[in-house]
């Protein structure tokens, strides 16, 4: 079933009403900071409405978790719609998520939803981005690239520029992407189909803590599929025939344990992406 909804993914159409404050509300007592790198013992492997999914240190699934807010939420300014991100460190006791770590880098944009202008951390602590663009259907978006690029440079994050569908390309044609080699990205052709140019990218991923972002239909998933060798990991969808698009067939981020210590983030299709620097909130000391 195509995905229907307005914005990119489920978390854009849920409604975030400010809480009604109440002058009687007594103020919380125990203070909400950023816990240190070894207080925490697992990682946000997905999120849903009210609970993140977290992959513990310890055990090799991953747990449903509540959160406690009162240890949880610091937020410094910006407004996040979830309150962690897949790949968020997190403290997890029984069931419960109740601290964070400090994000080392962030992936982050403004919230599609135009009623509530929130931030949408799509991924954290990560040191690559691989940028997916398809050659054709639907069509190579330089601007998406270059934004998204922008963003990962900015925090040394180092940056792929994957364009996928090379099957597609008729001979001759103009290859507009490798115009993003002189900007400190590696830029790789390849072809989920044929498999053209997968082992260098399957060499420039692994080992990394890689999250697969760009336009939807462009393959994403499909790559993934290939890089884990698992065709039963999450679902690709035809683009749509009337619109030349794709249909936004994943709706949230995953994360995805892949070899040496692999983690490949899957993140939904956007269709547009204005970044948001979160080192002033997030970053500095509360
Ligand atoms: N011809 C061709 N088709 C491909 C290639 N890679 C993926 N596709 C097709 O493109 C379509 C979209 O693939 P997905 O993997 O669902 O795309 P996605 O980027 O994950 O899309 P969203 O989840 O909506 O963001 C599917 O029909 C795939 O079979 C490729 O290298 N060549
Ligand atoms: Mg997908």
Redesign the pocket.
């Known amino acids: 079933m195509p995905n229907t909804r307005r914005g990119d993914d489920w978390s854009d159409d849920v409604q975030h009403e400010p809480r009604p404050t109440s002058s009687a509300r007594k103020p919380h007592v125990v203070r909400a900071r950023r816990l240190s790198p070894e207080e925490c013992n697992g990682t946000v492997a997905e999120i849903f409405p009210n609970r993140s999914a977290v992959r513990l240190d310890s055990r090799p699934d991953v747990l449903l978790c509540n959160y406690r807010m009162a240890t949880l939420a610091v937020r410094g300014g910006s407004r996040e719609r979830s309150p962690t991100c897949v790949g968020d460190r997190v403290r997890v006791e029984g069931d419960v998520i109740v601290g964070a770590c400090r994000r080392r880098t962030a992936l982050a944009r403004r919230s599609p939803n135009a009623r509530n202008p929130l931030t949408h951390v799509m991924a954290a602590n990560l040191n690559m981005l691989v940028i997916?663009a398809s050659v054709r259907e639907p069509e190579y978006t330089p601007g998406l690239v270059s934004r998204m690029l922008e963003a990962a440079d900015s925090q040394d994050i180092a940056v792929v520029v994957c364009a996928?569908?090379i099957?597609?390309l008729e001979e001759g044609a103009a290859r507009p992407w490798r115009e993003f080699a002189e900007a400190r990205a590696a830029v790789v052709e390849c072809?989920?189909?044929s498999g053209a140019g997968m082992a260098e990218l399957e060499d420039l991923v692994r080992g990394r803590a890689a999250a697969f972002c760009?336009n939807?239909?462009?393959?994403?998933?499909?790559l993934l599929r290939r890089l884990l060798g698992d065709d039963s990991y999450g679902r690709?969808?035809?683009?749509s025939a009337a619109s030349g698009k794709?249909?936004?067939?994943?709706t949230g981020a995953v994360l995805l344990p892949g070899p040496a210590n692999s983690t490949w983030i899957d993140t939904?299709?956007v269709m547009d992406f204005e970044a948001v620097d979160l080192k002033s909130a997030e970053y500095e000391e509360p």
């Open positions: 997916v996928n569908k099957d597609l072809s989920v189909k760009g939807s239909g462009v393959g994403k998933t499909s690709v969808a035809e683009i794709g249909r936004h067939t994943t939904p299709g």
